[in-house]
């Protein structure tokens, strides 16, 4: 029997989902006079879910159809759940007429494995292409790569979209094995390593000619599960650290296992670690765009982040001898370290003490949160007399109110 | 004696702000207030005076500030304007008046209270221009138009028109703000101001094309499939989403 469109689309909309990757920035594609959408660079949320997602794209799988067993997939082959496949002209008609009333950015397509890589891959480029092509789409298009499909592929699909992504899923190889033993980390660095170059030799020959084609101008990322198997932090924001670096890409995600499966090959997990995940993008946004050292985050002696203490104040109460910072004298990559201030605050600091040293009420009027960030500056009128409080007492006051609360209850109870 | 204080009473427009800036500069006023004419009456210690909105006098304002800063700055102050938030109009004099002295940095002196308030106003505004960027939910009509009906807490309508523009170049659409009765209506790359005789709130659905509905229950079936029930965060979704937009939000409806 066939299946209305919107049955269609709640099949494939629900399996898509776990794919965390909304982000709809970054890209610089222009309308023109006839066409349809933009992508500026700046990306949109245009509603969020229940559980307080952004809702950029219209994220869809193809087809839910896989030939593939992973135990972490809702749409593994073993996997007794409805199936569906779109064709190509649903897929087009949903995004142009989603877009037109401006309930999304763009289009985030992925897809079960059916067939092969290539055959699978193809059927995703042509909807690209026919979106670009045939209704002069300029909005936002996010492909899956899938892997083990041919370069030729890869590269047409950079042709039409803003950015491409390779999932690795499970942060070690050995991980991945178990769970997924068709796959192998060789297989999902393998195409990110041709786009990767793919998109630098794109840029290059932009900077010779206008008119060279722009090949992925979103750039890349890529998606790890977080507690679905033993890795600890340092081990995953090193892989991550790696991929940055080696593989340029733009974004890793992290998501947190919802236990989808009740696969033998993974653990029982009753609920998402959520914190944890939070804490991984916060030290991931450390690494991006503190200054940050992967080995100043997590080590061999601190495996993993603190699930208390957000990771820069954590990494502040392990180096207080760095501290105090003085704000009006201190340079930027030091001011943005203390706990409490953020990008935008010490840019304002930066620009603000050029008129004048500044005091406390007029830090706390430009933004820096003075609960964290008063154990760790000095500034006109405040010398810093609580770095010499005992850590613990420091500790303590650093942890956000609601856990301060039930530290109290737990030592009542003690008591 | 208590200096008596010069009340500026002007009609709320851009125009008529600036119309006031011009007169406060040209009869050497110190001690001033700028409000809108329906405000509230004077008191003993003032003095009304009526500015009349003109052009000629605004433009030369602008172009004196063009002379002392730059484009850039104008839209940040037109920005603040649009607020309309209480007691706008002094601190936006408090800036133009350091901008004529020829103290250009004065705007990133974030130490300074009256730059902060207005860094905070801004912040409002961009806030509130961009969920208009993210919430509008344009319907098809019959003949193949689009229109949505918005609320926006301030007076954005002038600042949303451009990205709309730039993204729905081929259509004909309106966006209509229904809290202050005025809209935007685009066709054959050109957009206009627009009103209506009879109060419009609503879209009646008598109005849509066949397709529409259709369209609006497809999304609202994806809203619901991408939730992640396990992760649900109602705090969260909130604080993206404050309840005071849904009404226009065809996924909360």
Partial sequence: MKLATIEKLSILSDAAKYDVSCASSGSDRKNTKTGLGNSTGMGICHTYTQDGRCVSLLKILLTNFCIFDCAYCVSRKSNDVKRAAFTVQEVVDLTMNFYKRNYIEGLFLSSGIFKSPDYTMERLVRIAKKLRTEHQFNGYIHLKAIPGASEELLYEAGLHADR??????????????????????????????????????????????????????GGQSTQLIVGASPESDHQILNLSDQLYKTKQLKRVYYSGYVPISDDARLPTVDKTPVVRENRLYQADWLMR???????????????????????????????????????NRADYWQIIRVPGIGVKSAKKIVAARKFRRLNVEQLKKIGVVWKRAQYFIECVGYLNKLLDKPEYLIRRNLLPASVQQSEREKQLTLW | MVKEKVVCCYDGSFQGFLSSVFTIYERRLDAVDIQKCEGSGTDMFSVKLQIDSDRSKAERVLKGLKKHSDKRMIKQIYRCFLSEQDGIEMRLLVLIR????????????????????????????????????????????????????????????????????????????????????????????????????????????????????????????????????????????????????????????
């Fill in chain 1, 164 to 217: 491409l992504s390779v999932n690795i899923e499970m942060p070690s190889e050995k991980s991945l094995k178990l769970v997924a033993p068709e796959k192998s980390f060789k297989e999902a660095l393998e195409p990110m390593s041709y786009l990767k170059s793919a998109i630098s030799e794109s840029k290059a020959e932009r900077r010779k000619s206008r008119n060279a084609p722009k090949v992925a101008p």
């Fill in chain 2, 98 to 253: 350091q901008i004529f002295k020829g103290n250009t940095g004065y705007f990133y002196n974030y130490g300074d209270e009256n730059v902060m308030a207005l860094h905070k106003v801004l912040k409002m505004i961009r806030r509130e221009v961009h969920r208009m960027h993210a919430f509008v939910r344009f319907q098809e009509l019959k003949d193949g138009s689009y229109a949505a009906v918005v609320e926006p807490d301030f007076d954005v309508m002038p600042l949303i028109g451009q990205h709309f523009e730039d993204r729905y170049p081929s259509m004909e659409w309106i966006i209509f703000d229904v809290r202050r009765q005025y809209g935007l209506h685009y066709k054959d790359f050109k957009s206009t101001f627009i009103g209506f005789e009879e109060k419009l709130l609503t879209i009646k659905s008598s109005a849509l094309s066949t397709e529409e509905l259709e369209y609006q229950k497809m999304w609202r079936q994806y809203f619901q499939s991408v939730n992640i029930s396990e992760r649900n965060n109602a705090k969260l979704h909130l604080r993206h989403v404050p309840r005071r937009y849904w009404n226009n939000l065809i996924e909360k409806q």
């Fill in chain 1, 289 to 327: 765009f503190y200054g940050f050292n992967v080995d100043e985050i997590v080590s061999d002696l601190h495996p993993n982040l603190d699930l208390q203490l957000d990771p820069k104040s954590a990494f502040a109460m392990r180096n207080l001898h760095l501290f105090p910072v003085d704000i």
